[in-house]
C-alpha cells in the first residue's frame, strides 16, 4: 500500500513537502517515484530516486525546485517542493518502479494527493 | 527526449468490440512500453509492460504489441468495467513519458 499526504492550497513562492508512507512490500529494494496529473490532463513523471536512495532523477520542469528523498526504515518517500508555481497544481501520485535495464515501469500507485497553487 | 504520441484521444465504442489503441515513440524505444488503465478519481492500474506482458491479474482480453516506435493494446471484447482511459508510458530512457492518454467512452 502507498498512501500520500501533504497536499492542499498554497500560495505560489511557498513550499511544500509531500509524503508517501510505504507498506507491505519490501520498500527498500525498489526504486520509488513521483508523477503527477494536472486536472483533466495526462500523466507527467516528475522524479524517481533508487532503492538506496544514491540516485536521483528529475523532469526538466522541476529540476533544482523538487527535491525526492526517502526513508527506508520508515519507510517513506517524499518530495520536497519550493518556489510553487500555478502549473505545479496537480494531483501526485507516488508509485513504485520496476527496475528494467536501466528505466523503471510502475506496477502500483497511490491514490495521490492534490497540490493547488493559488494565491 | 522521447515523444509519446497516442491514437485516437477519444473512442466511442459499445460492448463487446473489439477495440485498438495505438502509441508512436518519436526514436526507438525496443519493447520498453508499458500500457496503463485510469478510471476517474482513481490512480492509474499497470496492464501491460515490455510491450505486451501482462501484469498479474489483468483479464485476458488485453493484449500488447509492437516494439521500437510502434505499439498497440488491444481489447479483444470490451467489457463495461474497461471503460477507462489508457495511457502508454517508454522506459527506454529518462525523461520516463506518457502518451497524451486515449479516452474510450461509450457509444
Known amino acids: 500500500q502507498l498512501v500520500e499526504s501533504g497536499g492542499g492550497v498554497v500560495q505560489p513562492g511557498r513550499s511544500l513537502r509531500l509524503s508517501c508512507a510505504a507498506s507491505g512490500f519490501a520498500f527498500s529494494n525498489y526504486g520509488m517515484h513521483w508523477v503527477r496529473q494536472a486536472p483533466g490532463k495526462g500523466l507527467e513523471w516528475v522524479a524517481t530516486i533508487s532503492y538506496d536512495g544514491s540516485d536521483q532523477y528529475y523532469a526538466d520542469s522541476v529540476k533544482g525546485r523538487f527535491t525526492v528523498s526517502r526513508d527506508n526504515s520508515s519507510p517513506s518517500l517524499y518530495l520536497q517542493i519550493d518556489r510553487l508555481r500555478p502549473d505545479d497544481s496537480a494531483v501526485y501520485y507516488c508509485a513504485k518502479g520496476i527496475y528494467t535495464f536501466g528505466q523503471y515501469y510502475f506496477d502500483f500507485w497511490g491514490q495521490g494527493t492534490l497540490v493547488t497553487v493559488s494565491s | 527526449d522521447i515523444q509519446m504520441t497516442q491514437s485516437p484521444s477519444t473512442l466511442s465504442t459499445s460492448v463487446g468490440d473489439r477495440v485498438t489503441i495505438t502509441c508512436r515513440a518519436s526514436?526507438?524505444?525496443?519493447?520498453?512500453l508499458a500500457w496503463y488503465q485510469q478510471k476517474p478519481g482513481t490512480a492509474p492500474k499497470l496492464l501491460i509492460y515490455?510491450?505486451?506482458s501482462l501484469d498479474s491479474g489483468v483479464p485476458s482480453r488485453f493484449s500488447g504489441s509492437g516494439s521500437g516506435t510502434e505499439f498497440t493494446l488491444t481489447i479483444s471484447s470490451l467489457q463495461p468495467d474497461d471503460f477507462a482511459t489508457y495511457f502508454c508510458?517508454?522506459?527506454?530512457?529518462?525523461?520516463?513519458?506518457f502518451g497524451g492518454g486515449t479516452k474510450l467512452e461509450i457509444k
Open positions: 515490455r510491450a505486451s
Open positions: 526514436q526507438s524505444i525496443g519493447s520498453w
Open positions: 508510458q517508454q522506459y527506454s530512457s529518462y525523461p520516463l513519458t
